[in-house]
Structures are given as structure tokens and as C-alpha cells.
């Protein structure tokens, strides 16, 4: 078949672009898991995994818990119908794609994740109508320990929902913290050890610890008809401001736990109940804390001096590093000479 000059030119066009494509694309690791120590190209449609442009609406993602390594395009807020996520009056998606509630009590702290090098506590807020058994509750803020720092995220609190008015508090290390309005505005700490990015002007953000975690959380108010709908009986000077999240893991080890954190573990049997509209699942005992930034439940392995198990999954083979090119190709960690 004989090819034109016209059209032998315009395919190395292509080729030229897409070689240019693959070159500015990121590349995505996964510490643990199936896909474990794996480069992956991030997709021409989605080449940044934290893009610099506003305009963008969906980022890069790799599952690492999933058999198929592939890197996939995904939007940059929450997804509450993904795993990861926790939402609503809180309905959870599992690491296993099981979804279950986990209603713990209102204005006290749960454990959603515990591992040997992060802790992720939840405070809840709600109400309790009269006649009610348990309370309705919501996820209003998060608070993260890793290493020797700590860091905070909340809903504040609102009488009356506007989007026009950024919701959002951060601390970091005990000390109150300003992300200027404004999307793609960003604070990282002098560490360099968490990065937070606002994904639009106000009220969501999306929260790094790199090689450890991506935290996409969004600030909502309970709606109207949300309220007529499961009659929460929400009062008039409380709108009930409270979070959307969605985790993504890079490097959980095997003796993960938490709320949803267990739902990462390999053998993992989740205790849903399988065909029930509203699986719920227990342990608040278990995973209860008695503040936002503590690691003192039952079930937390939270090592705050960052002691990890040498004979963990957790940890990496680096002798297996490529650093043959260049700072980027140690799987995040930077090679140097």
C-alpha cells in the first residue's frame, strides 16, 4: 500500500503528539497490592494526576487493590458511589466494593482508618428525633495522624447552607491553618510530607500524603429533601455542614483497621449483610477515640513513631528501584547520586 506524502506526514504528527503526550503524562505506583511496584502511565485524557489547570475535571487514578494495573481517568471530587467513599448519613463503599452503614453517635470520634503509619479519625455530629433509637449522624470533620504531625479538616458549622461561602477549617500541628480561596490554591507543609489543593474556589479539597493516601472531600449541608425524604427532622438554625470523602491508598499494610480501613485487608470478611437495603455494621467500642486526634480505640495499630513491621507488605524492595531515569523513576521516591 503506498502512502502520500500529505498522509506520511500528518502520521508522524500524530505519533510526535502522542510521544509528547506520554513524555508530560505522570506515572502512578502502587506501594502494595497486585499491582504493586508497577509504572504506570497516566492516560492522554487525564495525563496529570494534580493538574495545574482549572478548567480540568478529572484526574489520574490508580485502584491498588484492584488485579487490573491500569492507571483510569476519574473526577476530582468525591464519588460516594465508588469505593472509598463515605457519604450521607454515613453510607460507606468498602476497599471490597461492599456498601454498609456505620452510624456511631453523634458529637464523638471514630477510628475510619488505622494502620501503622496513619491514623484517619472522624468526628460525627447529628441529631436524635424523639422515639429514635440511635442518632442520625454525619462525618463533620477528619483528623490525620502521620509520623510525628497531625492535621484536621472540618464542615463548620452553618444555620443556613451557601455555597458562596467557603465552609471549610484546616489545622496543621496543633496551629490553625489559611488556604486562600480559590481553585487549584495550595498549601504544603514545610516537609513536604501533605500537600492540600482546593479543587474549586471553596468547600472542596483534595488532601496528599504522597505514597501514602489521597483524601477527595467535598462540604455539603444536609438538604431539604434529603430531610423530608428520611424525616431527619433537621432544625431551622442548623443546616448540618458536614463532609463527602473519598480515600484512595497507595501503601496499606495487612494489619490495617479502622471503620472502612479493615475493608483493605486481604482476607478480609465484611461483616454486611448481603441483600439488605441498609447493611449495617457495628463497632463502635471497637474503633471509638476519645478525640479527633488520638489513636487510643481499641483497634488502632497507629505506630506515631512510624515503627513499621519489617516483614509487612507495607514495605518496599528498594533494591528494585529504576533510577536510571532520572529523580522521577524511583516509584516516587527521589534517586539521587
Not at 509504572?39 to 495545574?52: D, L, V
Not at 501533605?194 to 468547600?203: A, E, G, P, W
Not at 481499641?298 to 519489617?310: I, K, T, Y
Amino acid at each position: 500500500m503506498k502512502v502520500s506524502s500529505s498522509n506520511y506526514g500528518l502520521l508522524m504528527i500524530l505519533l510526535l503528539a502522542c510521544g509528547a503526550a506520554q513524555i508530560y503524562a505522570d506515572y502512578r505506583t502502587c506501594i502494595t497490592g497486585p499491582c504493586a511496584r508497577k509504572k504506570m502511565a497516566c492516560p492522554a485524557e487525564c495525563p496529570k494526576a494534580n493538574p495545574t489547570d482549572p478548567k480540568v475535571r478529572k484526574v489520574c487514578r490508580l485502584n491498588c487493590n484492584s488485579p487490573v494495573c491500569q492507571t483510569e481517568c476519574k473526577r476530582i471530587k468525591p464519588n460516594c458511589d465508588a469505593p472509598g467513599a463515605a457519604c450521607l448519613d454515613p453510607r460507606f463503599i468498602g476497599g471490597d466494593g461492599i456498601v454498609f452503614y456505620f452510624h456511631g453517635k453523634s458529637n464523638e470520634h471514630f477510628s475510619l482508618v488505622s494502620d501503622l503509619n496513619l491514623q484517619i479519625n472522624a468526628r460525627f455530629i447529628g441529631l436524635r428525633p424523639a422515639g429514635r433509637t440511635r442518632d442520625f449522624t454525619w462525618i463533620q470533620a477528619l483528623g490525620i495522624l502521620f509520623d510525628s504531625h497531625s492535621f484536621s479538616l472540618e464542615a463548620t458549622e452553618a444555620s443556613t447552607w451557601n455555597g458562596e461561602v467557603d465552609h471549610l477549617k484546616f489545622s496543621h500541628n496543633g496551629e490553625d491553618l489559611i488556604i486562600p480561596e480559590g481553585q487549584l490554591s495550595t498549601w504544603q507543609s514545610p516537609d513536604s510530607d501533605i500537600k492540600v489543593q482546593r479543587t474549586s474556589s471553596k468547600n472542596s479539597v483534595l488532601v496528599t500524603l504522597p505514597e501514602v493516601a489521597e483524601i477527595s472531600i467535598n462540604v455539603v449541608p444536609v438538604t431539604k429533601e434529603d430531610d423530608r425524604i428520611h424525616n431527619y427532622q433537621i432544625p431551622s438554625d442548623d443546616c448540618f455542614a458536614h463532609l463527602e470523602v473519598q480515600f484512595q491508598f497507595f501503601g496499606l499494610s495487612s494489619k490495617v483497621e479502622g471503620v472502612i480501613g479493615r475493608t483493605y485487608q486481604p482476607d478480609f470478611k465484611n461483616p454486611a449483610k448481603p441483600g439488605v437495603a441498609m447493611p449495617v455494621v457495628g463497632g463502635e467500642e471497637m474503633f471509638r477515640t476519645t478525640s479527633l486526634l488520638s489513636a487510643d480505640c481499641g483497634a488502632c495499630v497507629f505506630s506515631p513513631a512510624g515503627v513499621l513491621d519489617q516483614k509487612d507488605t507495607l514495605l518496599m524492595d528498594f533494591g528494585k528501584l529504576d533510577c536510571t531515569g532520572g529523580s522521577s523513576s524511583g516509584h516516587g521516591i527521589v534517586c539521587r547520586k
